[in-house]
């Protein structure tokens, strides 16, 4: 897939009709010579690092820019780093309890 807006004659948000000469929708209004920086590859993983985690899989599979085969190797990568990130947690949780747990042992000692 390239970096043309207009890919196929359509809007690259609401998917109507666009004339080569548009630079903006006639529909929706959107900015039909650029992407938003949310749907770049360096704009999905700014977001996925630094805020919305698993749920950037929605800018993911929505960016007009990605190919499908870059589409599910970010939705492995992301999945693979909510998984990686959720076993932390546990672990994290675990240990904090067994901490609690052994400290409240001696105390009472």
């Known amino acids: 897939m390239t970096n043309n807006p207009k890919e196929g004659g359509l809007c690259w948000h609401c998917r109507r009709p666009a004339a ?16 938003p920086w949310y749907y770049q590859h360096w704009g999905i ?3 996925t ?3 919305l985690g698993p749920l950037s899989l929605l800018l993911v599979w929505r960016s007009p820019v990605l190919s499908k085969r870059s589409r599910w190797i970010y939705t492995a990568a ?10 932390q947690t546990y672990q994290a949780w675990l240990l904090l309890k067994a ?7 001696n ?3």
């Open 45 to 47: 993983i700014a977001a």
């Open 20 to 35: 080569d000469e548009d630079n903006f929708c006639r529909f929706c209004g959107k900015d039909l010579r650029s992407f």
């Open 78 to 87: 992301i999945g693979w780093l909510t998984y990686y990130i959720c076993a």
């Open 49 to 51: 690092l630094l805020a």
């Open 107 to 109: 105390i009472g000692l």
């Open 99 to 105: 901490m609690l747990g052994a400290g409240s042992m």
